[in-house]
């Protein structure tokens, strides 16, 4: 071992590295105005917080099923129809399939686009649009869901084997045909697990989603919180914790089992 690549030459620098971020910490808080004092000065309400939420309200839990239930019900909706539409639209955004470089580009902007917009925003919007209700998140998910596997589906295909491309193109095959049968074959498996894995995702994102009208259990969380019901507040993450670890479970069994 050299000499140079011993614990004690690198120690300055962790040392100077660690007092970076320190200082990088201390100056952020100062732009923002943070008084770390305000700590210190709420502890009574912290200590009225934790008396609650450490004390759930299991009385509550019979009014959790239905907001729970639609939790669910909006994750799936919103997964499939982000995922059907996805698919089509990220065919059309790599230009081994259509090989035309200005809808590529019209695709591939589309979708960094998308991606941009956090999902309480996107939420935000549609309950302006539309109206606090299951619908909006349904269709805040779908967007989302879109943004996410299109960018994912479409960075598959840039990676298959052009082979069985190339030979459909000898023959005279359209790029429909191209399309389905040399580039689909190659990213199905791929898709089934990216809509699992969105699936998940989403469950945990349609438990917040509620939180600003767009449906589900969010709703029931923020009526508690609003309220200061923390030991509501306690059981409802409880139930969203179990219902997040139960579709992790789920979702990895299918993975493993039948995909």
Do not use: C
């Not at 210190?40 to 934790?50: G, I, P, S, T």
């Not at 200005?102 to 302006?128: E, K, M, Q």
């Not at 023959?171 to 399309?179: D, K, V, W």
């Amino acid at each position: 071992m050299k000499r140079k690549d011993t614990i004690h030459d690198h120690l300055f620098k962790q040392l100077g590295g660690s007092l970076l971020l320190i200082l990088l910490f201390l100056a952020a808080g100062q732009v923002i105005n943070a008084d770390w004092s305000e700590v210190v000065e709420n502890r009574k309400q912290a200590a009225f917080f934790l008396e609650g939420f450490l004390q759930p309200e299991w009385s509550y839990i019979d009014r959790l099923i239905e907001p729970m239930i639609e939790t669910i019900l909006m994750s799936i909706s919103g997964t499939f129809l982000g995922v059907i539409t996805a698919v089509p639209a990220a065919f059309l955004g790599t230009n081994l399939v259509t090989r035309n470089p200005v809808i590529t580009f019209i695709f591939r902007t589309f979708f960094s686009l998308i991606r941009t917009i956090p999902n309480l925003l996107l939420a935000a919007l549609f309950v302006a649009i539309i109206g606090i209700g299951e619908l909006t998140g349904v269709l805040t998910i779908a967007v989302f869901t879109f943004g996410m596997v299109s960018q994912l589906i479409f960075a598959s295909i840039e990676t298959i084997d052009i082979g069985p491309l190339e030979a459909d193109n000898s023959i005279g095959a359209t790029r429909f045909q191209i399309a389905v049968n040399a580039v689909w074959p190659q990213v199905a498996h791929s898709v089934y697990a990216y809509a699992l894995y969105s699936f998940e995702v989403n469950i945990r994102a349609s438990a917040v989603l509620g939180y600003v009208g767009a449906g589900g259990i969010g709703v029931m969380l923020n009526t508690a919180l609003s309220f200061m019901q923390f030991g509501r507040v306690s059981l409802i993450i409880l139930i969203i914790l179990f219902l997040v670890f139960l579709t992790s479970l789920i979702s990895e069994y299918i993975r493993r089992e039948v995909i």
